[in-house]
Nanobody, 128 residues
């Protein structure tokens, strides 16, 4: 079993940066593919980014390409997401998720249902 705990969200001015992290427990963390999803109020979960178990493959949602970077530190059992140039489209609760299939599925990577474990999320707020 894997438990996920996010932190590092917060309030930032438009154009600023945040670096949320997701700490995982469980000895099999290194075999899981990881992803970030966001959920705005009253909306469904939306895919943001994913990284394979080995860290060699990543995929991003179009609107965050060039602004967000997902990475993982196996020694620390942690996944990060560097978020730059934050804007009015970005405020949401950001949740990390773990997929027992460590490889990125080119057709299913954005489907929240493929993930086996979820964190509770960290709030990102952007002020104008």
């Amino acid at each position: 079993q894997v438990q996920l705990v996010e932190s590092g969200g917060g309030l930032v001015q438009a154009g600023g940066s945040l670096r949320p992290s997701c700490a995982a427990s469980g000895r099999t963390f290194s075999t899981y593919g990881m992803a970030w999803f966001l959920q705005a109020p009253g909306m469904e979960l939306e895919f943001v980014a994913t990284i394979s178990s080995g860290g060699e493959s990543t995929i991003y949602e179009e609107s965050v390409k060039g602004r967000f970077t997902i990475s993982r530190d196996k020694a620390k059992n942690t996944v990060f997401m560097q978020m730059n140039s934050l804007g009015p489209e970005d405020p949401a609760v950001y949740c990390c998720a773990a997929d027992a299939n460590g490889l990125i599925n080119s057709e299913l990577y954005s489907d929240a249902r493929r993930n086996d474990y979820w964190g509770r999320g960290t709030q990102v707020t952007v002020s104008s």
